[in-house]
């Protein structure tokens, strides 16, 4: 891989977030002669003149955007507004600051929120255009699949070569748990870890906990866009993911065990499950570019527990949407 990577200038945009800092160990293990990762107080993607200014600056043979503003489901409930529009400003401005200045290597990281509520599962990339988004989900998710038109179109009209993938949920050490922002991982692991300190005989969780989802280490997906980003050159969107469905029932009780915390789970039914299931074909990332998905779950939670036990007070801090 070294010898793709030796001669590029890389730009990674989001690349102090979650995902973009485990992509940024990787990529500075592979030596490019030059890459930054700046972030949004360098440069606000939301104002093409700022996207412009970063591509002015850093002049970048190959881009990676990560950049996007994310949260759980009451998040989503909270700012839906926010989470549309600057998901398709930053994402927008980026894609075609990249078409003006003839960028030859364009990655943009979509979401597995864009596709339809009741797809099939596994979801095939096929599959996004056959219904309307799991309602908390829709407005970040049209937000990123706008982008996904705007790359074909491009191609089509521009022969811009841009690549669009779709990881499915992501999990691990550098996550965020305040929880305003965190996802259900972090966000379990800090109810669990606040109960068992307290000496709490139980947490409560949202919904019924019939729900499915999928859950993709944040290595392993910094590995598949890299892989990507060196193989991949077509139209046609792909997923990222390691086809293992697991139900939200058995997710609590996975990580309680982790967390060791052996009390009551008491479930608030009030409160929305999202999507009922979430699980990718992850063929077209095989036979594309070679991914696949390597870090068994329960070790991949090990892991994350025990980072979160040992930065608490920078994991908690990351309450920012960026």
């Known amino acids: 891989m070294k010898g793709f990577w030796a001669n590029k200038r890389v730009l990674v945009t989001g690349g102090t977030g979650f995902l ?5 160990r990787l990529l500075d293990g592979q030596e490019p002669a030059y890459w930054a990762a700046p972030s949004r107080t360098d440069y606000d993607l939301c104002h093409s ?43 927008t401005n980026i894609i075609e600051q990249c078409r003006l200045a003839a960028t030859d290597r364009l990655v943009v ?18 599959a996004l255009w056959t219904g309307y988004p ?24 521009y022969q811009q070569q841009g690549i669009f993938l779709m990881p499915t949920n992501l999990y691990g050490p550098g996550d965020k748990f305040h929880p305003t922002v965190s996802h259900v991982i972090p966000a379990l692991i800090k109810k ?37 980003t060196e193989h991949y050159r077509g139209a046609e969107p792909v997923n990222l993911g ?59 939670l090990e892991l994350t527990y025990e980072w979160y036990i040992a930065n608490r007070q920078q994991a908690e801090a990351l309450h920012s949407w960026d």
């Open 134 to 157: 799991e309602e908390t989900n829709a407005p970040y998710g049209i937000a990123k699949l706008a982008q996904l038109v705007q790359l074909q179109a491009n191609r089509t009209q």
């Open 192 to 228: 669990c870890v606040d109960a068992v300190e307290q000496g709490q005989s139980s947490i409560q969780v949202w919904g019924t906990g019939t729900a499915s989802r999928e859950f993709l280490y944040v290595d392993d997906a910094a590995r598949g866009i890299m892989a990507a």
């Open 242 to 300: 390691t086809n293992r469905e697991i139900v939200i029932k058995e997710l609590v009780d996975n990580i309680a065990e982790t967390c060791r915390f052996d009390g009551r789970i008491e479930w608030n039914t009030s409160q929305p499950d999202g999507q009922p299931r979430r699980c990718v074909d992850t063929t077209r990332a095989k036979k594309l570019f070679g991914f696949e998905a390597t870090t068994e779950f329960k070790k991949g």
């Open 20 to 24: 973009g800092q485990a992509l940024c």
């Open 49 to 91: 003149e700022e996207a412009a200014k970063l591509l002015a600056d850093t002049e970048p043979d190959t881009v990676i955007h990560l950049a996007a503003q994310v949260g759980g489901i009451g998040a989503n409930q909270q700012r839906p507004a926010d989470l549309y529009l600057n998901n398709l400003l930053m994402g």
């Open 109 to 126: 990281v979509g979401t597995i929120c864009s596709y339809p509520k009741h797809t099939p599962v596994p979801f095939q990339e096929e």
